[in-house]
Structures are given as C-alpha cells and as structure tokens.
T-cell receptor, first 115, second 110 residues
Framework: DSGVTQTPKHLITATGQRVTLRCSPR?????VYWYQQSLDQGLQFLIQ???????AKGNILERFSAQQFPDLHSELNLSSLELGDSALYFC??????????????FGEGSRLTVL | GNSVTQMEGPVTLSEEAFLTINCTYT??????LFWYVQYPGEGLQLLLK?????DKGSNKGFEATYRKETTSFHLEKGSVQVSDSAVYFC?????????FGAGTRLTVKP
C-alpha cells in the first residue's frame, strides 16, 4: 500500500460528459502529480501541484483542469469527454519531510472509459 | 526540463535469461535517476534509484548504474523470472521536475 488513495477506481461515462477524479496523497506529502496512461501514449505527465500551487504543467488538454486543496487532496476535472480520453489516470505524491528526494508514490489509478 | 528515452518494447525473454533495458536521459545538472515497475493491474512502484554519478541502485536482483559520461541508467538482471513480467519505467528527477520514459513491457515465459 503506497498510502495514496484514488477514487473512483473505475468510471464509465459518455462522450461530452464531465468527470472528477480525486486523489488523497500520502500523509505529509506536499506534491501531487497527475499522469495519464494509455496503450498508445505510455505514461504522460499532466500536471503537478505543490502545497496548493501549480508547479509544472505537461501535456494537459485545455478541457482538463486540476487543483489542490488546503488539505492537500487534489482533483482532476475532465470535461467535454472524447473517446480518446479513455485511459488510466494516476495520481502520485512526494515530498514528505525526510522522504527520499524525488521518489513518487503512486495510487492504483482511476480507469476512465468513455463510450 | 528533463527528458528520458528508454528502449522500446515489448521484450520477451525465457526464464533465467539476461535482461537489459536501456535508458538515457537529458537534464540540466545531475538528476536523480529511478526505475519504476508496474505489475499488471497495479500502480507504479519504485524498483531502484541512484542519486549521483557512479552510484549503483539495486533491488530484487535488478541493478542499474548512473553513468554521467553516457547519460545512461540501463536496467539489468542476470536471471529473470516469470514474476518479473511487468512494465518498467525509467525516470529522471531534477529541480522538482520528474519525467518518465515511455515504459518497456517485459514478458518472461517459463
């Protein structure tokens, strides 16, 4: 158990809809990363937050947005969904005081299926 | 920012064969280097890491050496097992920027 919790584990929805994925980082971790994993694109970095502030942005579409709340949990919002958004979305956290620099701890992922 | 290039898969080996998965990186300065493993149906987990040149990370029979001169961090194992079947990701971390390679799927057949 990595200590990172993601909900929901599975989600099936229709094109054009909007969904929210939630991530609770390990206790004390300040950084949250979101990744998208699809069969043909590998592991794509979407966005990173550190202590509530956006720190880095990767290949995140304009239809997607994220935020990190004061209690450090994070949400990834996906809107106007398309078939190609079907993927496994991972959250990872890092940054516990005294933790190993750079090591990420991954949740089990949220599998999104867009029909 | 950092970038990581790793050997494309899939890789299929027989049990007890020797494994090498190549990984090279580009980065400003000297990043920390990692290998993560993703077993079927699970999230990624750290396999091994190295934080400075010539360091060797090792775990579960896997090894990788941080080579500054060739900017590489190749993963090796002398004798793979069926249970090693997974996707392996190389990663580089520097200045709060973590980047992953595309992943290499390894299948080990009995």
């Amino acid at each position: 158990d990595s200590g990172v919790t993601q909900t929901p584990k599975h989600l099936i929805t229709a094109t054009g809809q909007r969904v929210t994925l939630r991530c609770s980082p390990r206790s004390g971790d300040l950084s949250v990363y979101w990744y998208q994993q699809s069969l043909d694109q590998g592991l794509q970095f979407l966005i990173q937050y550190y202590n509530g502030e956006e720190r880095a942005k990767g290949n995140i579409l304009e239809r997607f947005s994220a935020q990190q709340f004061p209690d450090l949990h994070s949400e990834l919002n996906l809107s106007s969904l398309e078939l190609g958004d079907s993927a496994l979305y991972f959250c990872a956290s890092s940054g516990s005081p005294g933790g190993r620099d750079g090591e990420l701890f991954f949740g089990e992922g949220s599998r999104l299926t867009v029909l | 920012g950092n970038s990581v290039t790793q050997m494309e898969g899939p890789v299929t080996l027989s049990e007890e064969a020797f494994l090498t998965i190549n990984c090279t990186y580009t980065a400003t300065g000297y990043p920390s280097l990692f290998w993560y493993v993703q077993y079927p149906g699970e999230g990624l987990q750290l396999l091994l890491k190295a934080t400075k040149a010539d360091d060797k990370g090792s775990n579960k029979g896997f090894e990788a050496t941080y080579r500054k001169e060739t900017t590489s961090f190749h993963l090796e194992k002398g004798s793979v097992q069926v249970s090693d079947s997974a996707v392996y990701f190389c990663a580089a971390y520097n200045n709060n920027d973590m980047r992953f390679g595309a992943g290499t799927r390894l299948t080990v057949k009995p």
